[in-house]
Protein backbone atom coordinates (compact mmCIF):
# COMPACT_ATOMS: atom_id res chain seq x y z
CA UNK A 1 0.00 0.00 0.00
CA UNK A 2 1.40 3.46 -1.38
CA UNK A 3 0.10 6.94 -0.07
CA UNK A 4 -2.70 8.45 -2.70
CA UNK A 5 -0.48 11.00 -4.29
CA UNK A 6 1.28 7.90 -5.12
CA UNK A 7 -1.49 6.03 -6.99
CA UNK A 8 -1.29 8.51 -10.63
CA UNK A 9 1.85 7.89 -11.13
CA UNK A 10 2.37 4.19 -10.80
CA UNK A 11 -0.83 3.70 -12.56
CA UNK A 12 -0.47 5.99 -15.64
CA UNK A 13 3.14 3.91 -15.75
CA UNK A 14 1.25 0.53 -15.94
CA UNK A 15 -1.27 1.96 -18.44
CA UNK A 16 1.89 2.93 -20.93
CA UNK A 17 3.03 -0.55 -20.23
CA UNK A 18 0.14 -2.04 -21.22
CA UNK A 19 -0.68 -3.39 -18.26
CA UNK A 20 -4.13 -4.08 -16.38
CA UNK A 21 -4.14 -1.98 -13.06
CA UNK A 22 -6.63 -2.54 -10.45
CA UNK A 23 -6.11 0.71 -7.58
CA UNK A 24 -6.93 0.42 -4.47
CA UNK A 25 -9.73 3.12 -3.18
CA UNK A 26 -9.38 6.61 -3.23
CA UNK A 27 -8.33 6.82 -6.70
CA UNK A 28 -6.14 9.91 -6.21
CA UNK A 29 -5.30 12.58 -3.93
CA UNK A 30 -6.97 15.37 -5.97
CA UNK A 31 -9.55 15.96 -8.19
CA UNK A 32 -7.36 17.03 -11.18
CA UNK A 33 -5.19 13.47 -10.67
CA UNK A 34 -8.54 11.20 -11.07
CA UNK A 35 -9.80 12.74 -14.18
CA UNK A 36 -6.32 12.59 -15.56
CA UNK A 37 -6.25 8.87 -15.05
CA UNK A 38 -9.53 8.20 -16.19
CA UNK A 39 -8.32 10.09 -19.37
CA UNK A 40 -5.03 7.24 -19.39
CA UNK A 41 -7.71 4.74 -19.49
CA UNK A 42 -9.54 6.03 -21.88
CA UNK A 43 -6.97 6.15 -24.74
CA UNK A 44 -5.58 2.15 -23.88
CA UNK A 45 -7.37 -1.25 -24.11
CA UNK A 46 -6.13 -2.18 -20.24
CA UNK A 47 -8.72 -3.06 -18.02
CA UNK A 48 -8.81 -0.63 -15.53
CA UNK A 49 -10.98 -0.82 -11.86
CA UNK A 50 -11.13 0.84 -8.59
CA UNK A 51 -10.80 -1.35 -5.20
CA UNK A 52 -14.04 -0.84 -3.78
CA UNK A 53 -14.51 -4.00 -2.23
CA UNK A 54 -17.78 -3.84 -0.04
CA UNK A 55 -19.84 -4.29 -3.34
CA UNK A 56 -18.80 -7.47 -3.42
CA UNK A 57 -19.85 -8.42 -0.25
CA UNK A 58 -22.60 -10.72 -0.73
CA UNK A 59 -24.90 -9.52 2.26
CA UNK A 60 -24.69 -5.86 0.77
CA UNK A 61 -24.88 -7.04 -2.95
CA UNK A 62 -28.22 -9.11 -1.75
CA UNK A 63 -29.86 -6.11 -0.32
CA UNK A 64 -28.74 -4.22 -3.78
CA UNK A 65 -30.47 -6.83 -5.31
CA UNK A 66 -33.77 -6.52 -3.31
CA UNK A 67 -33.68 -2.47 -3.69
CA UNK A 68 -33.05 -3.11 -7.68
CA UNK A 69 -35.79 -5.80 -7.87
CA UNK A 70 -38.69 -3.45 -6.01
CA UNK A 71 -39.08 -5.46 -2.99
CA UNK A 72 -38.38 -3.15 -0.75
CA UNK A 73 -41.15 -0.80 -2.54
CA UNK A 74 -39.57 2.68 -3.66
CA UNK A 75 -36.28 3.52 -1.65
CA UNK A 76 -36.60 7.19 0.09
CA UNK A 77 -33.64 7.11 2.37
CA UNK A 78 -30.05 5.11 2.83
CA UNK A 79 -28.43 5.98 6.18
CA UNK A 80 -24.57 5.07 6.31
CA UNK A 81 -21.87 5.36 8.87
CA UNK A 82 -18.14 4.07 9.31
CA UNK A 83 -16.75 4.92 12.15
CA UNK A 84 -12.99 3.87 12.94
CA UNK A 85 -10.25 4.25 15.58
CA UNK A 86 -7.39 4.13 14.11
CA UNK A 87 -6.15 7.77 14.53
CA UNK A 88 -8.31 8.11 18.08
CA UNK A 89 -4.74 8.55 20.22
CA UNK A 90 -2.80 11.48 19.63
CA UNK A 91 0.62 9.89 19.81
CA UNK A 92 0.14 7.64 16.77
CA UNK A 93 2.16 9.38 14.33
CA UNK A 94 2.44 11.49 12.11
CA UNK A 95 2.00 9.70 8.52
CA UNK A 96 0.71 10.30 4.46
CA UNK A 97 -3.24 9.79 5.94
CA UNK A 98 -3.21 12.31 8.23
CA UNK A 99 -1.86 15.27 5.40
CA UNK A 100 -3.78 16.71 2.21
CA UNK A 101 -6.63 18.73 1.84
CA UNK A 102 -9.91 18.69 3.93
CA UNK A 103 -11.89 15.66 2.86
CA UNK A 104 -8.44 13.58 1.99
CA UNK A 105 -8.70 12.52 5.82
CA UNK A 106 -11.72 10.48 7.14
CA UNK A 107 -13.73 10.88 4.15
CA UNK A 108 -11.28 9.91 1.92
CA UNK A 109 -10.07 7.08 3.65
CA UNK A 110 -13.32 5.46 4.77
CA UNK A 111 -16.21 7.66 3.68
CA UNK A 112 -15.30 7.09 -0.45
CA UNK A 113 -16.29 2.96 0.56
CA UNK A 114 -19.49 4.50 1.95
CA UNK A 115 -20.51 6.46 -0.56
CA UNK A 116 -19.71 3.29 -3.35
CA UNK A 117 -21.75 1.05 -1.44
CA UNK A 118 -25.16 3.84 -1.54
CA UNK A 119 -24.60 4.41 -5.15
CA UNK A 120 -24.49 0.01 -5.23
CA UNK A 121 -27.83 0.38 -4.03
CA UNK A 122 -29.46 2.72 -4.31
CA UNK A 123 -28.19 4.67 -7.66
CA UNK A 124 -25.77 7.58 -8.49
CA UNK A 125 -25.63 10.54 -6.37
CA UNK A 126 -26.81 13.80 -7.82
CA UNK A 127 -26.10 16.43 -5.11
CA UNK A 128 -24.43 16.82 -1.64
CA UNK A 129 -24.85 19.36 1.01
CA UNK A 130 -24.72 20.07 4.54
CA UNK A 131 -21.25 18.60 4.75
CA UNK A 132 -19.28 19.38 7.96
CA UNK A 133 -15.82 18.48 9.03
CA UNK A 134 -13.05 18.29 11.72
CA UNK A 135 -9.90 17.98 13.03
CA UNK A 136 -10.43 17.05 16.52
CA UNK A 137 -6.22 16.02 16.80
CA UNK A 138 -4.41 18.96 15.15
CA UNK A 139 -0.58 17.73 15.76
CA UNK A 140 0.85 14.41 15.78
CA UNK A 141 4.62 13.49 16.33
CA UNK A 142 6.62 12.64 13.50
CA UNK A 143 8.10 9.26 13.84
CA UNK A 144 12.35 9.03 13.30
CA UNK A 145 12.72 5.74 12.61
CA UNK A 146 10.31 2.57 11.44
CA UNK A 147 7.00 2.63 12.66
CA UNK A 148 4.79 -0.22 12.15
CA UNK A 149 1.01 0.24 11.74
CA UNK A 150 0.72 3.62 13.37
CA UNK A 151 2.34 2.27 16.57
CA UNK A 152 1.56 5.26 19.37
CA UNK A 153 5.06 6.72 19.93
CA UNK A 154 6.45 8.58 23.21
CA UNK A 155 5.72 12.41 22.37
CA UNK A 156 8.36 13.58 25.25
CA UNK A 157 11.22 14.97 22.93
CA UNK A 158 9.55 14.48 19.57
CA UNK A 159 8.67 17.06 16.84
CA UNK A 160 5.55 17.09 16.08
CA UNK A 161 3.87 18.18 12.49
CA UNK A 162 0.13 19.75 11.83
CA UNK A 163 -2.68 17.37 10.60
CA UNK A 164 -4.10 18.97 7.56
CA UNK A 165 -7.27 16.57 6.90
CA UNK A 166 -10.57 16.24 8.81
CA UNK A 167 -10.81 13.03 11.26
CA UNK A 168 -15.27 13.73 11.12
CA UNK A 169 -17.26 14.22 7.64
CA UNK A 170 -20.59 14.38 7.89
CA UNK A 171 -22.87 15.08 4.72
CA UNK A 172 -26.12 14.88 3.21
CA UNK A 173 -27.52 13.49 -0.52
CA UNK A 174 -29.83 13.38 -2.76
CA UNK A 175 -29.83 10.59 -5.16
CA UNK A 176 -31.24 10.41 -8.87
CA UNK A 177 -34.06 8.20 -7.87
CA UNK A 178 -35.48 10.99 -5.74
CA UNK A 179 -34.40 9.34 -2.35
CA UNK A 180 -31.95 11.12 0.04
CA UNK A 181 -29.08 9.66 1.77
CA UNK A 182 -27.11 11.12 5.07
CA UNK A 183 -23.56 9.88 5.98
CA UNK A 184 -21.12 10.10 8.67
CA UNK A 185 -17.57 8.64 8.80
CA UNK A 186 -14.72 9.27 11.43
CA UNK A 187 -11.15 7.91 12.11
CA UNK A 188 -11.29 8.72 15.92
CA UNK A 189 -14.53 6.95 17.03
CA UNK A 190 -13.46 5.84 20.43
CA UNK A 191 -12.87 1.71 21.11
CA UNK A 192 -14.51 1.29 17.15
CA UNK A 193 -12.01 -0.25 15.62
CA UNK A 194 -13.81 -1.11 12.03
CA UNK A 195 -17.46 -0.62 12.13
CA UNK A 196 -19.37 0.26 9.34
CA UNK A 197 -23.53 0.31 9.77
CA UNK A 198 -26.23 0.97 6.86
CA UNK A 199 -29.93 0.89 6.89
CA UNK A 200 -31.66 1.32 3.49
CA UNK A 201 -35.78 2.18 4.17
CA UNK A 202 -38.38 1.93 1.46
CA UNK A 203 -42.23 2.29 1.08
CA UNK A 204 -42.78 -1.65 1.40
CA UNK A 205 -40.06 -2.76 3.61
CA UNK A 206 -36.17 -2.03 5.20
CA UNK A 207 -33.17 -3.83 5.20
CA UNK A 208 -29.84 -3.54 7.36
CA UNK A 209 -26.22 -4.62 7.34
CA UNK A 210 -23.57 -3.98 10.29
CA UNK A 211 -19.75 -5.23 9.41
CA UNK A 212 -19.62 -6.80 12.74
CA UNK A 213 -22.24 -9.35 12.05
CA UNK A 214 -21.33 -9.21 8.45
CA UNK A 215 -22.77 -12.98 7.43
CA UNK A 216 -26.43 -11.59 7.94
CA UNK A 217 -28.91 -8.77 7.31
CA UNK A 218 -31.96 -7.80 9.01
CA UNK A 219 -34.98 -7.28 6.67
CA UNK A 220 -38.48 -6.33 7.60
CA UNK A 221 -41.35 -5.88 4.67
CA UNK A 222 -45.16 -6.56 3.75
CA UNK A 223 -44.62 -10.43 3.66
CA UNK A 224 -44.88 -10.16 7.78
CA UNK A 225 -47.87 -11.44 8.67
CA UNK A 226 -50.76 -8.85 10.49
CA UNK A 227 -48.75 -8.12 13.93
CA UNK A 228 -46.04 -10.15 13.61
CA UNK A 229 -43.60 -7.06 11.37
CA UNK A 230 -40.47 -6.63 12.63
CA UNK A 231 -36.22 -7.17 11.29
CA UNK A 232 -35.84 -10.60 10.73
CA UNK A 233 -31.96 -12.19 10.66
CA UNK A 234 -31.14 -13.46 7.40
CA UNK A 235 -28.26 -15.53 7.35
CA UNK A 236 -25.87 -15.66 3.87
CA UNK A 237 -26.98 -18.04 2.29
CA UNK A 238 -25.98 -19.57 -1.93
CA UNK A 239 -28.60 -17.39 -3.19
CA UNK A 240 -26.49 -14.29 -2.16
CA UNK A 241 -24.42 -13.00 -4.98
CA UNK A 242 -20.88 -14.41 -4.90
CA UNK A 243 -21.42 -16.60 -1.86
CA UNK A 244 -22.41 -19.73 -4.08
CA UNK A 245 -19.21 -19.13 -6.41
CA UNK A 246 -17.01 -18.21 -3.91
CA UNK A 247 -17.67 -19.70 -0.08
CA UNK A 248 -15.43 -22.79 0.45
CA UNK A 249 -18.30 -23.79 2.23
CA UNK A 250 -21.19 -22.71 0.79
CA UNK A 251 -24.34 -22.68 3.25
CA UNK A 252 -26.34 -20.79 5.32
CA UNK A 253 -23.91 -20.44 8.77
CA UNK A 254 -21.02 -20.45 7.58
CA UNK A 255 -20.50 -16.98 7.86
CA UNK A 256 -18.73 -14.01 6.27
CA UNK A 257 -15.79 -11.50 6.66
CA UNK A 258 -14.84 -8.42 5.22
CA UNK A 259 -11.39 -10.50 4.37
CA UNK A 260 -13.69 -12.56 1.29
CA UNK A 261 -14.40 -9.50 -0.50
CA UNK A 262 -10.77 -9.27 -1.40
CA UNK A 263 -10.89 -12.45 -3.13
CA UNK A 264 -14.70 -11.88 -4.73
CA UNK A 265 -13.58 -9.09 -5.98
CA UNK A 266 -9.82 -10.01 -7.33
CA UNK A 267 -11.86 -12.99 -9.22
CA UNK A 268 -14.35 -10.37 -10.75
CA UNK A 269 -11.35 -8.21 -11.93
CA UNK A 270 -9.61 -11.66 -13.75
CA UNK A 271 -12.81 -12.17 -15.18
CA UNK A 272 -12.99 -8.74 -17.19
CA UNK A 273 -9.26 -9.68 -18.37
CA UNK A 274 -9.35 -10.10 -22.27
CA UNK A 275 -7.78 -13.49 -21.40
CA UNK A 276 -10.62 -14.47 -19.68
CA UNK A 277 -13.74 -16.83 -20.96
CA UNK A 278 -15.94 -14.52 -19.78
CA UNK A 279 -14.00 -11.43 -21.73
CA UNK A 280 -13.87 -13.16 -24.81
CA UNK A 281 -17.71 -13.66 -24.88
CA UNK A 282 -18.13 -10.59 -24.21
CA UNK A 283 -16.68 -9.67 -27.30
CA UNK A 284 -17.88 -11.94 -29.78
CA UNK A 285 -20.33 -11.28 -32.63
CA UNK A 286 -23.46 -11.25 -31.03
CA UNK A 287 -25.48 -14.18 -32.30
CA UNK A 288 -28.63 -16.31 -30.01
CA UNK A 289 -26.27 -19.08 -29.05
CA UNK A 290 -23.97 -16.59 -27.66
CA UNK A 291 -26.20 -14.74 -25.82
CA UNK A 292 -27.71 -17.84 -24.61
CA UNK A 293 -24.08 -18.88 -23.36
CA UNK A 294 -23.02 -15.77 -22.21
CA UNK A 295 -25.99 -13.70 -21.38
CA UNK A 296 -27.44 -13.70 -17.54
CA UNK A 297 -31.17 -11.98 -17.23
CA UNK A 298 -29.51 -10.39 -13.95
CA UNK A 299 -25.94 -8.92 -13.09
CA UNK A 300 -25.37 -11.15 -10.46
CA UNK A 301 -23.12 -14.81 -10.93
CA UNK A 302 -25.34 -17.74 -10.59
CA UNK A 303 -24.13 -20.56 -8.50
CA UNK A 304 -21.51 -22.88 -10.61
CA UNK A 305 -23.44 -26.55 -10.70
CA UNK A 306 -21.60 -28.96 -9.11
CA UNK A 307 -20.35 -31.26 -11.55
CA UNK A 308 -19.60 -35.18 -10.73
CA UNK A 309 -17.26 -37.54 -12.16
CA UNK A 310 -18.39 -40.74 -13.49
CA UNK A 311 -17.91 -43.79 -11.00
CA UNK A 312 -16.40 -46.73 -12.29
CA UNK A 313 -16.93 -48.66 -8.87
CA UNK A 314 -20.56 -50.79 -9.16
CA UNK A 315 -23.50 -48.68 -6.96
CA UNK A 316 -23.85 -50.01 -3.63
CA UNK A 317 -27.00 -51.30 -2.28
CA UNK A 318 -27.27 -49.96 0.78
CA UNK A 319 -26.87 -46.50 -0.74
CA UNK A 320 -29.95 -44.38 0.80
CA UNK A 321 -30.03 -41.89 -2.10
CA UNK A 322 -29.57 -38.07 -2.30
CA UNK A 323 -31.27 -36.73 1.01
CA UNK A 324 -34.96 -35.73 0.23
CA UNK A 325 -35.45 -33.74 3.54
CA UNK A 326 -37.43 -30.23 2.85
CA UNK A 327 -34.55 -27.66 2.86
CA UNK A 328 -32.03 -29.75 3.38
CA UNK A 329 -28.42 -29.51 1.40
CA UNK A 330 -27.57 -30.84 -1.84
CA UNK A 331 -25.78 -34.30 -1.41
CA UNK A 332 -22.89 -34.64 -3.84
CA UNK A 333 -21.02 -37.43 -4.56
CA UNK A 334 -17.22 -38.14 -4.46
CA UNK A 335 -14.49 -40.54 -5.99
CA UNK A 336 -10.93 -41.21 -3.88
CA UNK A 337 -8.80 -43.63 -4.87
CA UNK A 338 -11.77 -45.79 -7.08
CA UNK A 339 -14.40 -45.88 -3.80
CA UNK A 340 -17.32 -44.21 -3.78
CA UNK A 341 -18.41 -41.60 -0.92
CA UNK A 342 -21.42 -39.65 -0.63
CA UNK A 343 -20.59 -36.50 1.51
CA UNK A 344 -23.20 -33.50 2.46
CA UNK A 345 -23.53 -30.42 4.35
CA UNK A 346 -24.51 -32.07 7.48
CA UNK A 347 -21.91 -34.47 8.06
CA UNK A 348 -17.99 -34.43 6.94
CA UNK A 349 -16.61 -37.59 6.96
CA UNK A 350 -12.88 -38.30 7.21
CA UNK A 351 -10.49 -37.72 4.58
CA UNK A 352 -7.41 -40.10 3.68
CA UNK A 353 -4.43 -38.37 2.82
CA UNK A 354 -2.07 -40.90 1.55
CA UNK A 355 1.78 -39.86 2.21
CA UNK A 356 4.07 -40.65 -0.67
CA UNK A 357 5.94 -43.62 -1.37
CA UNK A 358 9.53 -43.71 1.05
CA UNK A 359 12.28 -45.74 -0.11
CA UNK A 360 13.51 -48.11 2.63
CA UNK A 361 15.61 -51.12 3.16
CA UNK A 362 14.95 -54.80 2.41
CA UNK A 363 14.91 -55.43 5.41
CA UNK A 364 11.58 -55.89 8.06
CA UNK A 365 10.21 -52.68 8.58
CA UNK A 366 11.13 -50.61 11.69
CA UNK A 367 8.22 -49.69 14.35
CA UNK A 368 8.27 -45.54 13.93
CA UNK A 369 9.03 -43.28 17.45
CA UNK A 370 6.30 -43.24 19.25
CA UNK A 371 3.64 -44.96 16.90
CA UNK A 372 2.53 -48.54 15.66
CA UNK A 373 4.84 -50.76 13.35
CA UNK A 374 5.13 -49.23 9.71
CA UNK A 375 3.88 -52.90 7.50
CA UNK A 376 3.32 -51.08 4.29
CA UNK A 377 7.23 -50.02 3.95
CA UNK A 378 7.05 -46.52 4.68
CA UNK A 379 4.00 -45.68 3.50
CA UNK A 380 1.10 -44.81 5.83
CA UNK A 381 -2.24 -43.56 6.01
CA UNK A 382 -2.84 -40.76 8.08
CA UNK A 383 -6.53 -39.62 9.12
CA UNK A 384 -7.49 -35.88 9.27
CA UNK A 385 -11.12 -36.25 11.44
CA UNK A 386 -13.07 -33.19 10.08
CA UNK A 387 -15.82 -31.79 12.53
CA UNK A 388 -19.39 -32.64 12.55
CA UNK A 389 -21.75 -29.79 11.21
CA UNK A 390 -25.13 -29.18 12.27
CA UNK A 391 -27.33 -30.43 10.36
Known sequence: ??????????????????????????????????????????????????????????????????????????????????????????????????????????????????????????????????????????????????????????????????????????????????????????????????????????TKGRASWDLARCGEIKLDDVASPAGLGGARQVLVNPTFPYFARGSSMAFGGVGLTQIEQFTYQAYAFLQQSPASPRARCRRARPSPTATAKCSSPTPWPAPRPTVVPPSTSPPSTSDPGPSTRPGSPPTTTSHIQGTTRRDSYGTQLRRLHRLPVRPTPGSRPRRPQGGRPDRRRGQRRRLHPLPTLPR
Open 1 to 202: MVGNALHREIAEALIRAGKHVLCEKPLADTLESAKAMAEAEQATDTVTAVGFTYRRNAAIAEIAKLVHEGHLGEINHFEGRYWCDYGVDPNTPMAWRYSGPMGSGALGDVGSHLIDTAELICGPLVSVSGGAMMTSIKQRPVAKGHVTRGTALDTSAVEMADVTNDDVATFTGHFASGAVGTFSCSRVAWNMPNAMMLDVLG
